[in-house]
C-alpha cells in the first residue's frame, strides 16, 4: 500500500514562493515518473508538473518559468518548488504518479493547502 504525504504547504503574499515536499512509503519512487497536481474549490484536479525517472520536468504553461519539480530518490521524495505565486495559484496540491489524464496510479493523500492572498 502507496501511502503519499504532501507538505510545505502554507499561507503567502502574490509573488512569494513555497516549497512543496512529497514523501512515499510502501514504494520506491525512483523508478515511476511523479506529477504535482492541484484542485482548487469547485474546480476539476488540474495537472501541474511532473518529472520522469531520469529527472526530465514538465509543466503546466500556467506555472512554466514560476515552479520548479525535482525529485532526491535517496530520500524518496519529490519536490515543487514554487516562485512568484499568483492568487490563482491557490489551491490543495497533491503528488501521484499519473495514469491517465489527471488520475494517479495510487490514492491520493491528503494534500497541502496553498493560499496566494494579500
Known amino acids: 500500500q502507496v501511502q503519499l504525504v504532501e507538505s510545505g504547504g502554507g499561507l503567502v503574499q502574490p509573488g512569494g514562493s513555497l516549497r512543496l515536499s512529497c514523501a512515499a512509503s510502501?514504494?520506491?519512487?525512483?523508478?515511476?515518473?511523479m506529477g504535482w497536481y492541484r484542485q482548487s474549490p469547485g474546480k476539476q484536479r488540474e495537472w501541474v508538473a511532473s518529472i520522469t525517472a531520469n529527472g526530465r520536468p514538465n509543466y503546466a504553461d500556467s506555472v512554466k518559468g514560476r515552479f520548479t519539480i525535482s525529485r532526491d530518490n535517496a530520500k524518496n521524495t519529490v519536490s515543487l518548488q514554487m516562485n512568484s505565486l499568483k492568487p490563482e495559484d491557490t489551491a490543495l496540491y497533491y503528488c501521484n504518479a499519473p495514469a491517465t489524464g489527471t488520475s494517479g496510479l495510487w490514492n491520493w493523500g491528503q494534500g497541502t493547502q496553498v493560499t496566494v492572498s494579500s
Open positions: 510502501g514504494r520506491v519512487l525512483s523508478t515511476y515518473v
